[in-house]
């Protein structure tokens, strides 16, 4: 049976987050808010995690990596090779709605990159409730969005051939404003054909934006491989 605790403010309830550790550490699979969206979550040092995600999201290619979601920068350099100038980007854009690439080492977990990577995703989240079970599990997760583009694009394309107002409007652009099953955790649960063991609700409704992404495996260089529309300085 599934369960959702609401965790709204900047002060999470240290019981939930007793259940969240437990249910982690278990080996299963949470719903996390973030600044950019809902996701799947699981502990990425648990053999289960990997798994888990790809059961529910079956539409992600099993050979596209699943990101990090580190506290801080020093459990960022406890799974991937991060260089002066890399942490240098860091430090400007995290924590918040960006991905870094960077280079894997030897403690990178080998089931974030796939087999034959030798870059790995990191985030850290700025949202208080991502923060909190963070500090408390002191260990990164392993995350992807509870849908993707192409998942999103179905679901509106599908809204606007049934003229659903509930989850389309022709007179707005700003999809995250929308009443849609991604934005509620009672929407997440409803959708999810495979049973969540725990969904962590925040401030909803919660909109689902994808993270920019950059690349830093070049030592003092930076590409945008994916702008999210998130304002960020230029290097």
């Known amino acids: 049976m599934s369960e959702i605790l609401v965790c709204t403010g900047k002060n999470v309830n240290t019981r939930h ?6 249910a982690a550490q278990n080996g299963d699979i949470f719903v ?7 996701c799947f979550a699981g502990l990425a040092e648990h053999k289960a995690t990997h798994a888990g995600l790809l059961k529910l999201r079956e539409a992600h290619p099993r050979h596209k990596p699943f990101s990090l979601l580190c506290r801080d920068a020093q459990q960022i350099s406890q ?3 991060l260089s002066t100038s890399a942490f240098r980007v860091l430090n400007r854009v995290l924590p918040g709605p960006f991905t870094l690439i960077l280079p894997i080492h030897k403690n990178t977990p080998k089931m974030s990159t796939g087999e034959f990577r030798r870059t790995v995703g990191v985030r850290m989240s700025a ?3 991502a923060q909190a079970v963070l500090d408390a599990l002191a260990a990164p997760l392993m995350v992807t969005s509870v849908t993707d583009a192409d998942e999103l694009a179905h679901d509106i394309n ?3 051939n049934r003229q659903d107002v509930n989850h389309w409007s022709e007179e707005s652009e700003a999809f995250e404003h929308l009443n ?3 934005t509620h955790a009672e929407g997440i649960l409803e959708h999810c054909h495979r049973p969540i063991p725990l969904i962590i609700a925040g401030e909803e409704p919660l909109p689902l934006r994808v993270s920019t992404i950059l690349d830093l495996t070049e030592d003092g260089e930076v590409k945008v491989l ?3 529309g ?6």
């Open 17 to 22: 987050l007793a259940r969240i550790v437990s």
């Open 32 to 38: 996390l808010p973030t600044e950019t969206g809902y």
């Open 79 to 81: 799974v991937a090779l």
């Open 127 to 129: 949202h208080p409730v």
């Open 158 to 160: 599908g809204a606007q």
């Open 180 to 182: 849609a099953w991604w």
């Open 226 to 228: 994916r702008d999210g």
């Open 230 to 235: 998130w304002d960020y300085e230029s290097f």
